[in-house]
């Protein structure tokens, strides 16, 4: 069960938290509120160094009892935990509710949730380089490791990693393959050239990744094993809901989508990347029909429309729902486009899309004037922020958890229904 389920979605706001108070007269690094919105940390410094403290529900504040030369990184669980990097004396660790992890480290960084609850991270020791999950470092360590990702259960990980140390010079080795795909600590049995962008099945169960065979060879490897044919250049790869491999690709007549080792979009591209599945099966990317021209094909087919700037990762709705979503850019102005028809109302900056569930709007965050608002269905609601972090949906869909910095600077929180977005849609903005 999620842990929004738990959370108070009875609409209204909250009594503002004000970072003055938080601060306490200290400088304030950096600060985030929690997932449920009901508190506010930050990372303070004053002349006895770094500190985490945590305000609210209310005026109350919580410290952590130590105090560090460096912090930063501050994150959330869903459940309410704040962990932090801490570093002292040149080592690093990480603290959880106050309390650090067994072991210090040379270095560490990227600090990311597992969907499991459990806090992973890279770390570099005196033996070389790795990731610990819950303060457990890798048994095996690596001379260099890169790009990782966690398993959609949170029970597993997979890095990049050079597996055999060698002189920076030495460039016959490096072109032999010292590269590879670390599962849970043990590298495939295969070496690559390079290896980018690792990713997991669904279930958890097989990895797969952009792998380089030669200088001009590329293609994907999956649990090892590479596609048989390689092409001139590619991106990285995902699995479907079904199970196969599916990854950007440059053939001899441009680019296109590859599905198991071949071509699977009849049409061909000047660019093709960032790829999502739908869980109908439905593949969507982001594409240039033509150079300085971006748009989104869904299996194969673009939009009609297409921008000079950018076109972001396509959103499927849920269900039956059938819509495709995707942040769009031209002339310097960003808005969004659903199924290929663009918003009216365009910004400085945006975040998002979202699709709601049950056929619900789509919502984003975009920034006009120096501000940010909600807008949804092409409409700014919800009034005007100095700063709006993730919305999250209620589990019913039909409530929206809204947390930001209002133009005073201080911090709200707001539980939303449709029907008050609906309201202040028809209010003047």
């Known amino acids: 069960m999620s842990a929004t389920t738990s959370w108070d979605w009875q609409p209204g706001e909250s009594t503002p938290l004000q970072l003055a108070v938080l601060s306490g007269g200290a400088e304030i690094i950096e600060f985030a509120p929690s997932p449920d919105g009901l508190r506010l940390a930050a990372v303070v410094a004053d002349d006895d160094g770094m500190r985490v403290r945590i305000l609210g529900p209310g005026d109350e504040v919580v410290e952590w009892p130590e105090t560090w030369e460096r912090v930063r990184q501050l994150k959330w669980s869903d459940s309410g935990s704040l962990a932090a990097i801490i570093g002292q004396d040149y080592t690093w660790t990480v603290v959880v509710d106050g309390e650090a992890w067994p072991d210090t480290y040379e270095f560490l960084w990227d600090l990311r949730h597992a969907a499991d609850g459990r806090l ?18 890798w048994s095996r360590p690596y001379p ?5 990702c966690l398993s959609p259960q949170g029970a597993r990980a997979a ?41 997991f099945s669904l279930d958890g169960q097989r990895t797969a990744a952009l792998v380089r065979l030669s200088r001009t060879e590329h293609t994907v490897a999956v649990d090892g094993e590479p596609w048989p044919q390689a092409f001139g250049c590619a991106w990285g790869p995902i699995f479907t809901p079904g199970g196969s491999v599916v990854a950007p690709i440059k053939t001899g007549t441009g680019w296109t989508l590859g599905r198991d080792g071949k071509p699977d979009w009849s049409g061909r591209f000047t660019q093709v990347w960032r790829q999502v599945a ?34 972001g990762t396509p959103v499927f709705a849920d269900g039956d729902d059938k819509r495709v979503a995707s942040a769009v850019k031209s002339g310097g102005r960003w808005s969004v486009a659903v199924d290929g028809r663009p918003w009216d109302l365009t910004g400085e900056r945006l975040l998002g899309p979202l699709i709601l569930p049950n056929g619900g709007p789509v919502l984003a965050r975009i920034e006009r004037d120096g501000c940010w608002q909600l807008a949804m269905d092409g409409r700014p609601v919800g009034g005007s922020w100095n700063k709006l972090w993730p919305i999250t949906v209620g589990p019913e869909g039909d409530r929206l958890l809204i947390r930001g910095l209002d133009r005073n600077g201080d911090y709200r929180r707001q539980i939303l229904t449709l029907a008050d977005l609906r309201q202040s849609e028809r209010s003047p903005a």
């Open 120 to 137: 992973v991270a890279s770390i570099k020791t005196d033996d070389g380089y790795g990731l610990a999950t819950a303060g457990e470092p």
């Open 144 to 148: 260099m490791v890169r790009e990782w």
């Open 159 to 199: 890095c990049t990693v050079q597996v055999e140390a060698k002189k920076e010079a030495d460039t016959a080795a490096f072109a032999s393959g010292l590269w590879s795909l670390a599962v849970d600590g043990e590298p495939w049995s295969r070496q690559f050239v390079n290896v980018w962008e690792p990713c």
């Open 278 to 311: 739908a869980a109908d099966g439905r593949v969507a990317a982001v594409v240039a029909p033509e150079f300085g021209n971006w748009t989104v094909a869904v299996d194969g087919k673009p939009w009609s429309s297409s921008w000079d700037e950018w076109a």
